[in-house]
Nanobody
Framework: QVQLVESGGGLVQPGGSLRLSCAAS????????MGWYRQAPGSQRELVAV???????????NYADSVRGRFTISRDNAKNTVFLEMNSLNAEDTAVYYC?????????????????WGQGTPVTVSS
């Protein structure tokens, strides 16, 4: 009932930049977390950057140490969309990037939690 559509991946040279987008659609009632993970060949999935509502106004963001200061996550709440601005890319950033969202859906008379993953968009950093 909830789908994530990712875009923006591709081939970029070291030191370059890319902007990823992820839009959630379907019977979304609310989203309390949304962000990005990545997985390189032969490696486990790892967190890149996520936003979560938490208990503070405006929510909070969490970045992997390897991307902090280079990547920036942002949101468009009206469109249930998150963006990932990636700067100063290097070869270690090469991976398939997966969007993730967690929240609640409205099912006629009830509200249920959901977790959903996007299909992934590949990012390759190479000369």
């Amino acid at each position: 009932q909830v789908q994530l559509v990712e875009s923006g991946g591709g081939l970029v040279q070291p030191g370059g930049s890319l902007r990823l987008s992820c839009a959630a659609s379907g019977s979304v009632f609310s989203i309390n977390a949304m962000g990005w993970y990545r997985q390189a060949p032969g490696s486990q999935r790892e967190l890149v950057a996520v936003w979560s509502s938490g208990v503070t106004s405006g929510g909070r963001t969490n970045y992997a140490d390897s991307v902090r200061g280079r990547f920036t996550i942002s949101r468009d709440n009206a469109k249930n969309t998150v963006f990932l601005e990636m700067n100063s890319l290097n070869a270690e950033d090469t991976a398939v990037y997966y969007c993730y969202a967690r929240g609640r859906v409205e099912i006629v008379t009830t509200y249920r939690p959901f977790e959903v993953w996007g299909q992934g968009t590949p990012v390759t950093v190479s000369s």
